[in-house]
T-cell receptor
Framework: NAGVTQTPKFQVLKTGQSMTLQCAQD?????MSWYRQDPGMGLRLIHY???????DQGEVPNGYNVSRSTTEDFPLRLLSAAPSQTSVYFC????????????FGDGTRLSIL | EDQVTQSPEALRLQEGESSSLNCSYT??????LFWYRQDPGKGPEFLFT???AGEEKEKERLKATLTKKESFLHITAPKPEDSATYLC???????????FGGGTRVLVKP
């Protein structure tokens, strides 16, 4: 029972580089989200999706792109990495319906030099 | 603006020493409040959902309660394995979004 799988677990980039963080879930959940977690700031929502082909911005979307071509996958793209994007990134999914809990992956730790 | 504040930021307990964590919020139109546990290097793990003031949920040594403006997570006779960061997240009626608090880091020493 894999749940939410994130790859890679660690990544170091140089300023200006681009990359894609992968997220896959095997629970057939309609809702998927990306968060970043920084010390003292809690989890902040970057982008989310309520189903394949539908995405929307969260609290801190600038510098990130998402797409949702399948129910299972929700990749997060950094267009031109900046040191301010150094963070731990978490992907989450949940079933449709009121008050369904989010299930999180174990995160990608990203450093931008 | 919706805000969530957790206190204290950190808590050091002796094994068996009960305590409470606080989550206060100014979310309008609360739909539910979630509690999560997060271990170092891991993603948050779901613990409880509370829906309305007066509701209580229990799991092993943890009990969560909810009022109109805050929630408490009570840890009774904690063990070292209860050491983790505990996160609360109110969900408001405006959609699929949670507002997470900054968390309380709990360390239980044997």
């Amino acid at each position: 029972n894999a749940g939410v799988t994130q790859t890679p677990k660690f990544q170091v980039l140089k300023t200006g580089q681009s990359m894609t963080l992968q997220c896959a879930q095997d629970m057939n959940h309609e809702y998927m989200s990306w968060y970043r977690q920084d010390p003292g700031m809690g989890l902040r929502l970057i982008h989310y999706s309520v189903g394949a082909g539908i995405t929307d911005q969260g609290e801190v979307p600038n510098g990130y792109n998402v797409s949702r071509s399948t129910t299972e996958d929700f990749p997060l793209r950094l267009l031109s990495a900046a040191p301010s994007q150094t963070s731990v990134y978490f992907c989450a999914s949940r079933a449709a319906g009121n008050n369904q809990p989010q299930h999180f992956g174990d995160g990608t730790r990203l450093s931008i030099l | 603006e919706d805000q969530v504040t957790q206190s204290p930021e950190a808590l050091r307990l002796q094994e068996g020493e009960s305590s409470s964590l606080n989550c206060s919020y100014t979310v309008s139109g609360l739909r539910g409040l979630f509690w999560y546990r997060q271990d170092p290097g891991k993603g948050p793990e779901f613990l409880f959902t509370l829906y309305s003031a007066g509701e209580e949920k229990e799991k092993e040594r943890l009990k969560a309660t909810l009022t109109k403006k805050e929630s408490f997570l009570h840890i009774t006779a904690p063990k070292p394995e209860d050491s983790a960061t505990y996160l609360c997240a109110p969900q408001w009626a405006a959609g699929n979004k949670l507002t997470f608090g900054g968390g309380t880091r709990v360390l239980v020493k044997p």
